[in-house]
């Protein structure tokens, strides 16, 4: 115990005071009852059956099959025969294109972002707007069980902060990126070096979330100067920041990228050659990255964002993600809103696996491709890792997992596995199956 005592003026009196502190901090303790799913490893999927999850303060401090007498006045949240699985991470995709979800899906990339994409992000400066739109988008994320994101935001500065402040209120956890682009965005949608520079501080400085956090984010080579790319990988350095950017998605973008950088072999390098090509940096898409660029990803740590929606939707190709995964690359999935024209994880990794299968088959069926096991690895723990998080429902780790009731599912010829209603459960779940969402520990939805 401590006693903390003192005076303190008030109204022009004098008061005196003593507080008694206690020591003793109370836990919430709290066990979670059902059919336990995880993807501890690529392609190894573990259930328990009728298990046990126990939580300390949201904590993941033990996973059972029987649970241990010392737990045993605790109280448990039974959820019957449900799932409890691993809940989603969305390592890219941007908010303010969710207005334009399922338009322009004939046009190839260049014309897509001057004929839709750039006016629709202009939109952003009202922000009133930006509030109503990111609420949604914060409200659909979260109850379809994505806790975890990488977002990119527009290049205005106070639709970020709401952009941040929604998805902070509505449970989901993880990184947004005010967009830098001082060149290629027509008259709509563009800043100058020099407004991009100090936009993107004063935005820093009014980050003040608990579980959003700020990432640089210069939108890609085609939208960014020199001078502007190499303020932001000064700023990377100096504040410690991770950054994340698209790389190699189409080839008349690399095209321009090769007119832009004469001096630049590949793609990649018009980001190493400003610090910006580092550990942890995101990297979307990464279609045509060639066994040099796919090497020079592993030595620098960079992460690659799969996101086969949306290469198939804009015909952008199919990426070779089972090659780099056998080259030891880090892989995780993106949604890739409005490119890619899916908002639930569940299913960009159903898409990810048809985009596998359809490798595959243009390669003379020399890839295995992707499967469910894999594809669910990559769209949860390969995400979750970004954050710091470890393998599966890793003792330690918050929790952040979903709840599925399947029972309006079909009604199958005979009992199903716990790992045959996973993959049912990946390839049909909707919405309305997903009964509760716990992020960081907290559950935030049901
Ligand atoms: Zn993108």
Redesign the pocket.
């Known amino acids: 115990m401590r006693v903390r005592s003192g005076a303190q003026a008030v109204r022009g009196r004098t008061l005196f005071y003593f507080v008694i502190f206690s020591e003793r901090v109370i836990h919430v303790l709290e066990i979670l009852k059902g059919n336990i799913v995880y993807a501890p490893a690529l392609g190894t999927l573990s259930t328990v059956e009728k298990g046990y999850l126990a939580l300390r303060d949201g904590t993941i401090e033990g996973l059972y099959q029987d649970l241990p007498a010392f737990y045993k006045n605790e109280p448990v949240t039974d959820y019957g025969d449900k799932l409890i699985m691993q809940s989603f991470a969305d390592m ?3 908010a303010p294109q969710y207005p334009m979800l399922g338009m322009g899906m004939d046009l190839p990339l260049m014309e897509w972002l001057s004929t839709y994409t750039f006016k629709t992000e202009a939109r952003f400066k009202d922000t009133d707007y930006a509030r109503r739109v990111y609420r949604k988008l914060a409200k659909d994320l979260i109850t379809n069980g994505t806790t975890r994101v990488a977002m ?1 935001s527009s290049l205005h500065t106070e639709a970020t902060w709401i952009l941040m402040e929604e998805l902070e209120k509505a449970g989901v956890t993880g990184y947004v990126g005010k967009v830098n682009m001082d060149r290629g965005g027509d008259t709509v949608l563009q800043e100058t070096t020099v407004e991009s520079i100090r936009e993107t501080l004063r935005w820093l400085e009014g980050c003040h979330f608990e579980h959003i956090k700020p990432i640089l984010t210069p939108r890609f080579t085609p939208s960014c100067t020199d001078e502007l790319m190499a303020a932001l990988g000064k700023m990377a350095a100096e504040k410690q920041l991770y950054v994340q950017s ?1 790389l190699s998605e189409n080839t008349g973008e690399i095209a321009l990228v090769k007119e832009l950088h004469p001096d630049c072999q590949r793609y990649y390098e018009t980001y190493a050659k400003y610090g910006l090509w580092k550990d942890h940096t995101l990297m ?2 990464c279609v045509h990255s060639d066994a040099r660029e796919r090497k020079a990803m592993r030595e620098a740590g960079v992460v690659v964002v799969h ?1 086969a929606d ?1 290469n198939v939707n804009i015909c952008s190709g199919v990426c070779p993600v089972r090659q780099m995964l056998r080259e030891g690359i880090w892989v995780t999935l993106g949604s ?1 809103i409005a ?1 890619g024209a899916l908002l639930p994880m569940y299913q960009v990794i159903t898409a990810s696996i048809r985009a596998s299968k359809t490798r595959r088959m243009m390669d003379d069926w020399q890839m295995d491709f992707i499967t469910v096991a894999e594809a669910y690895y990559l769209g949860t723990t390969s995400g979750h890792k970004y954050f710091g998080a470890g393998d599966g429902f890793a003792v330690g780790d918050k929790l952040h997992a979903v709840v599925i009731d399947d029972s309006d599912f079909t009604e199958s010829t005979r009992p199903l596995t716990v790992a045959e209603r996973f993959e049912r459960a990946i390839y049909m779940t909707q919405r309305h199956n997903i009964v509760a969402v716990y992020s960081d520990g907290r559950k935030v939805v049901g």
């Open positions: 890219h995709l941007h990119f698209h979307a898409h996101c949306s890739d490119g």
